[in-house]
């Protein structure tokens, strides 16, 4: 079946500092992918996705990476904000009717 | 612009107790999903709907029904309850396949079965 990992359960950064989110998949067919931020009692909130045929998307202070030689994907946040404290899940589709979802890393920001 | 819609947001059961989870979107979205959070674990699918009139078993079927009721609306039925069912449900919408479109997720329904 699918494996979506995270490297790290959970990370603390310093506000200002950037933030750097990774995640590992196993299905190299796996060809959509989505971050997603969690605050606490809410539902996951979608920030930035990308295809297999790019390496690289930017948003407003994200960016992901990924590479696709060793199926590991990377969210960036630039200058971490208070508001940026959340649990952070990557998401896989291989093209079938459903995302298989990591885990999640708890990011903290520390003022 | 509400998006997604889940009630209740709590609930309490005792084993054995029916319940129905409703779930509503007003995005015009095509595809409709449940899914379940528990502690440690991604999220996983339930069931699905990619357009109305039609559902789909996900990953983790066993002890839920679910209705497509019309496009607006998905409900996830737990016919008796059972103690390794309590969990976090969410409901999510898309415009299109999943395979190319983002979910967009409600807040949730946190539900415990004693």
């Known amino acids: 079946g699918e494996s979506v990992g995270l490297h790290l359960p959970t990370l603390s950064v310093q506000e200002g500092d950037n933030s750097i989110i990774n995640c590992a998949y196993s299905n190299s067919a796996s060809d959509y992918f989505i971050w997603y931020k969690q605050e606490s009692g809410k539902g996951p909130q979608f920030i930035i996705d990308i295809r297999s045929n790019m390496d690289k998307r930017q948003g407003q202070r994200v960016t992901v990476l990924l590479n696709k030689t060793v199926k590991h994907l990377s969210l960036q946040i630039a200058a971490t904000q208070p508001g940026d404290s959340a649990v952070y899940f990557c998401?896989?589709?291989?093209?079938?009717?459903?995302?298989?979802f990591g885990t999640g890393t708890s990011l903290t920001v520390i003022p | 612009n509400a998006g997604v819609t889940q009630t209740p947001k709590f609930q309490v059961l005792k084993t054995g107790q029916s319940m129905t989870l409703q779930c509503a979107q007003d995005m015009n979205h095509n595809s409709m999903y449940w899914y379940r959070q528990d502690p440690g674990m991604g999220l996983r699918l339930i069931y699905y709907?990619?357009?109305?009139?039609?559902?789909d078993k996900g990953e983790v079927p066993n002890g839920y029904n679910v209705s497509r009721l019309n496009k607006r609306e998905f409900s996830l039925r737990l016919e008796s309850a059972a103690p390794s069912q309590t969990s976090v449900y969410f409901c999510?919408?898309?415009?299109?396949?999943?395979?190319?479109?983002?979910?967009?997720f409600g807040d949730g329904t946190r539900l415990s079965i004693l």
């Open positions: 999510a919408s898309a415009l299109g396949g999943i395979s190319n479109q983002p979910q967009h």
């Open positions: 709907s990619a357009s109305e009139g039609t559902t």
């Open positions: 998401a896989e589709n291989n093209g079938g009717n459903q995302f298989y």
